[in-house]
């Protein structure tokens, strides 16, 4: 645990925006989260607000009330993921205060505050550090594809969805979960911000890697899950969709990574791409046929995101995907993922 954290979400906790946040709320092995600022859902549990579970994680409506919170936070985690990682205008007042006060800020936006001049300054007098995840690392530090992932000798299972801010990392945390609670050794390979925050041992942040070496640290970070941990299960986090038009993630996972299955996240009550009204989201078919296309690995379970869906429709957009595909389509969240686990295990297990 680095400490105590207070996660800032103004305005942006109840849209996909506040996807970091949601991430922190729901699991973290990184920090201890005492709260969410969000004065627009203030005062309210930020578990009830995200998915109806108390979680005794507060909303509050400011820094000050935060800070209120005992223990006494000592950092401050920007909990948005905005289109291009800007940092919203309106952040910039809490961040200085929050450095002002002593509080670490950790950001994972594209925008480096640690480059700002104002924000450097009041770190350095006050002893607060900035950690900017995405920042890339080195040069020297990363790794060329080398084909040593052939000597990865456990099942690789690809989380990968139909479009962006849909619930792939919240899906491949809990497949990790119920393996794990199952008896089953599993590592989450993490390849997003959100993901380092939430203390994954294994991973690297794609969309701020140099493009060249995308393959490599991939297959760096699987070798090294395999080598070190030793796990039954790898499961590996996707990112944006095969097919959307601004974050088209997911093929150097399925060359570098080698997955032998993949699940593709969906939900069936959203049907746009996330961030471009008008454009229609394409039917998880659609996804399905380029996975096999461009890999061969099979699809082995559509898990559905209750995103827009009453509880009472969840298990039937479950059974309409189902009968649509022909593949196996599962609420994750149902029972803990502990289903999700029992399918996949099922897979390996069989014999082929």
Not at 19 to 36: D, M, P, Q, S
Not at 52 to 60: F, N
Not at 116 to 123: K, N, R, V, Y
């Amino acid at each position: 645990m680095d400490g105590d954290a207070l996660v800032l979400c103004e305005g942006c906790y109840g849209s996909t925006d506040g996807k970091t946040a949601h991430g922190l709320v729901r699991f973290t092995r990184r920090y201890r989260v005492r709260a969410v600022i969000d004065s627009t859902l203030a005062p309210a549990d930020a578990g009830d607000v995200l998915d109806g579970r108390h979680r005794d994680i507060p909303i509050v409506a400011s820094l000050d009330e935060g800070l209120r919170i005992s223990p006494p936070p000592t950092h401050l985690v920007v909990g948005v993921a905005t289109a291009g990682g800007k940092l919203p205008a309106d952040f910039r007042g809490v961040i200085a205060k929050a450095l002002e006060r002593g509080l670490h800020v950790d950001s994972g936006l594209h925008e480096f505050l640690g480059d700002d001049p104002e924000f450097a300054a009041i770190g350095k007098r006050t002893g607060a550090r900035i950690r900017d995840v995405r920042k890339p690392p080195p040069r020297s530090a990363l790794h060329f594809f080398s084909g040593k992932i052939a000597q990865v000798d456990c099942p690789r299972i690809a989380i990968l969805g139909t479009d962006s801010a849909i619930g792939k990392r919240t899906t491949a945390w809990l497949l990790v979960q119920a393996l794990e609670r199952a008896g089953r050794r599993a590592e989450l390979i993490g390849t997003g911000q959100t993901a380092w925050m939430q203390g994954v041992r294994f991973g690297f942040i794609l969309d701020s890697t140099v493009n060249d070496f995308v393959a490599g640290e991939i297959e760096h970070a699987v070798w090294s899950a395999w080598n070190k941990a030793r796990p039954e299960f790898i499961v590996i986090e996707g990112q944006g969709s095969l097919i959307h038009p601004a974050f088209p993630g997911g093929f150097e996972l399925l060359g570098a990574a080698k997955p032998d299955a993949v699940v593709l996240q969906h939900a069936p009550g959203r049907r746009e791409i996330d961030g471009f009204p008008g454009t229609p989201l394409a039917p998880p078919q659609r996804h399905v046929d380029v996975i096999r296309l461009v890999s061969g690995t099979p699809t082995i379970a559509i898990t559905v995101s209750r995103e827009g869906l009453a509880p009472v429709d969840v298990a039937a957009a479950a059974r309409d995907l189902a009968r649509e595909s022909g593949i196996a389509a599962i609420d994750p969240l149902a029972d803990d993922g502990a289903s999700f686990a029992a399918l996949v295990i099922r897979h390996f297990e069989r014999p082929r």
